[in-house]
């Protein structure tokens, strides 16, 4: 898709929201688990812009269908696309923190707005989400503890303020996004003794709206800090950060999750042998920005091919633009706000069908006076 170097997107059908995309996401990780596991579990967090309700979080959806105990913090969190690094970071210091070995759930969620149709946006769109579970025994990525580089300020870039809308300035956003790259690694150097943006760090993952804007983000942050050629930016770029944005060009923006699937994206292609530091940027429009590090590992990423991410992904139906522009108009009954619901399959009932039916995924069956009512299909 041109200047956004994409290739394809993921869609939610109508009977998937935001609670669905987080149960679906987690459930391989909580299912590997023995229940002692389970029990450690003493923090959910969600981060999400597509939230259902102004008061209930969808966290307690999430721990409900997920069956984790009830002996457990639980809620939700907001900023835009950063809403994910919010709830990681307050997962990291919690069990950094706790006297006693506990884990944390990390969900970063989203499910894109259909009001956006027919702008600049609408072809960046996708869903889905991203489960980290937060422990001490680090396996896919070991944080850099106190390694954060941080940079906010108020603008109003892109912004959700009915259910029903997402609007914005564009050109605005990506001008904050670069400014925010810049001032939060260099924020990150003034924390952080000795940081070179060459040597520091074997990779580099990037907030992922789409990847063209990851390119272009790369070439200026590389030429300000390291004054490179244009020729060794481009080699770079494909050594350090081309991985990381190959599943993002195939799902499309996740919101609060894209950064998570540039890094599951990277874990998926990047050629990881031993410990290797990875870069990380994260940005949310409004505005706030991190820039932090952590290390992975050959055996994380060995670990992480093996829940086939690639495969669900190729697995995906492909839709005409017909059976497109049916969901994207019916997607509408699943937003926030809803009081009843009985979900209209006619228009879809075949792809409910040949990929749903017998799949285990969690799906949503109705809303009663607002309170949302999912089934395992």
């Given at each position: 898709?041109?200047?956004?170097?994409?290739?394809?997107?993921?869609?939610?059908?109508?009977?998937?929201?935001?609670?669905?995309?987080?149960?679906?996401?987690?459930?391989?990780?909580?299912?590997?688990?023995?229940?002692?596991?389970?029990?450690?579990?003493?923090?959910?967090?969600?981060?999400?812009?597509?939230?259902?309700?102004?008061?209930?979080?969808?966290?307690?959806?999430?721990?409900?269908?997920?069956?984790?105990?009830?002996?457990?913090?639980?809620?939700?969190?907001?900023?835009?696309?950063?809403?994910?690094?919010?709830?990681?970071?307050?997962?990291?210091?919690?069990?950094?923190?706790?006297?006693?070995?506990?884990?944390?759930?990390?969900?970063?969620?989203?499910?894109?707005?259909?009001?956006?149709?027919?702008?600049?946006?609408?072809?960046?769109?996708?869903?889905?989400?991203?489960?980290?579970?937060?422990?001490?025994?680090?396996?896919?990525?070991?944080?850099?503890?106190?390694?954060?580089?941080?940079?906010?300020?108020?603008?109003?870039?892109?912004?959700?303020?009915?259910?029903?809308?997402?609007?914005?300035?564009?050109?605005?956003?990506?001008?904050?996004?670069?400014?925010?790259?810049?001032?939060?690694?260099?924020?990150?150097?003034?924390?952080?003794?000795?940081?070179?943006?060459?040597?520091?760090?074997?990779?580099?993952?990037?907030?992922?709206?789409?990847?063209?804007?990851?390119?272009?983000?790369?070439?200026?942050?590389?030429?300000?800090?390291?004054?490179?050629?244009?020729?060794?930016?481009?080699?770079?770029?494909?050594?350090?950060?081309?991985?990381?944005?190959?599943?993002?060009?195939?799902?499309?923006?996740?919101?609060?999750?894209?950064?998570?699937?540039?890094?599951?994206?990277?874990?998926?292609?990047?050629?990881?042998?031993?410990?290797?530091?990875?870069?990380?940027?994260?940005?949310?429009?409004?505005?706030?920005?991190?820039?932090?590090?952590?290390?992975?590992?050959?055996?994380?990423?060995?670990?992480?091919?093996?829940?086939?991410?690639?495969?669900?992904?190729?697995?995906?139906?492909?839709?005409?633009?017909?059976?497109?522009?049916?969901?994207s108009n019916l997607s509408l009954q699943r937003m926030?706000?809803?009081?009843?619901?009985?979900?209209?399959?006619?228009?879809?009932?075949?792809?409910?069908?040949?990929?749903?039916?017998?799949?285990?995924?969690?799906?949503?069956?109705?809303?009663?006076?607002?309170?949302?009512?999912?089934?395992?299909?």
């Open positions: 898709m041109g200047n956004l170097l994409m290739d394809r997107k993921s869609v939610n059908a109508p009977i998937e929201d935001p609670v669905t995309n987080a149960v679906n996401a987690a459930k391989p990780l909580i299912d590997a688990l023995s229940q002692a596991e389970r029990d450690m579990i003493e923090l959910v967090i969600v981060g999400t812009e597509s939230g259902l309700d102004f008061g209930k979080p969808i966290s307690t959806y999430i721990a409900h269908y997920l069956g984790l105990s009830r002996r457990c913090r639980s809620f939700e969190v907001k900023h835009a696309c950063y809403g994910g690094t919010a709830a990681l970071q307050m997962a990291l210091s919690f069990v950094q923190a706790s006297p006693r070995p506990v884990k944390a759930l990390v969900i970063a969620a989203d499910a894109s707005s259909v009001a956006a149709r027919n702008t600049y946006w609408e072809p960046s769109q996708g869903a889905g989400a991203v489960a980290m579970i937060v422990g001490q025994d680090a396996r896919l990525l070991a944080v850099d503890f106190g390694a954060n580089g941080y940079h906010s300020f108020e603008v109003m870039d892109t912004l959700r303020p009915r259910a029903d809308l997402e609007a914005g300035d564009s050109d605005l956003s990506i001008l904050s996004y670069m400014a925010c790259l810049e001032a939060s690694y260099d924020h990150y150097c003034q924390v952080v003794e000795g940081v070179d943006v060459n040597r520091s760090f074997d990779h580099l993952v990037l907030h992922t709206p789409f990847a063209g804007m990851v390119k272009s983000a790369h070439r200026r942050l590389l030429r300000k800090t390291a004054g490179m050629t244009p020729g060794d930016i481009d080699a770079d770029f494909g050594r350090r950060v081309e991985p990381s944005i190959r599943l993002c060009q195939s799902i499309g923006n996740i919101y609060s999750a894209a950064l998570y699937l540039a890094l599951c994206s990277l874990l998926e292609y990047g050629d990881i042998a031993g410990a290797q530091r990875v870069g990380l940027f994260s940005y949310g429009s409004g505005c706030a920005s991190e820039f932090y590090s952590g290390v992975i590992t050959a055996d994380g990423a060995r670990q992480f091919r093996a829940l086939e991410t690639t495969r669900h992904v190729a697995e995906r139906w492909p839709l005409s633009m017909d059976e497109y522009e049916a969901i926030a706000g809803v009081q009843d619901l009985r979900p209209d399959l006619g228009a879809y009932a075949h792809i409910l069908r040949a990929r749903y039916e017998g799949s285990g995924l969690l799906v949503l069956a109705g809303i009663s006076n607002f309170h949302r009512e999912y089934r395992w299909v």
